[in-house]
């Protein structure tokens, strides 16, 4: 998958994954990352409907970054994305369907 590309199908997501919010997912921000483990994502059936996000914390002050960066915040995820630095807020951990992740944007983490 490509650095930035258009969510065709689960099984490209991986955990870690910041992706671009949809219509049905605005209300939690302009990004969200994903929580739940990549089986978890990848994992369809009748049963396995949902998965957990964080939203990205927009416009992290430099404490904010620095803590995130070193670990010292555990409500504070530090993800980097080529050319680009991200900040997960657990403390807004939340379930939504899987669906509404199809057709969305995905910036993939830096390998």
């Known amino acids: 998958m490509a650095e930035r590309e258009t969510i065709t199908e689960l099984s490209s ?9 949809g219509d049905e997912l605005k209300h939690l921000g302009p990004e ?7 089986c978890d994502i990848v994992n369809v059936g009748s049963r396995k409907t949902h998965i957990t996000v964080a939203p990205i914390l927009q416009n992290p002050d430099g404490s904010q970054l620095a803590d995130a960066r070193r670990g010292w915040s555990p409500l504070l995820v ?16 939340t379930a939504i369907r899987k669906d509404y992740l199809i057709n969305g944007t995905v910036k993939l983490l830096g390998s």
């Open 78 to 93: 530090h993800l980097e994305v080529p050319e680009h630095e991200y900040i997960a807020d657990l403390q807004y951990v």
């Open 13 to 21: 997501l991986r955990q870690g994954d910041v992706i671009t919010t």
């Open 32 to 38: 969200i990352a994903i929580v739940s483990q990549t």
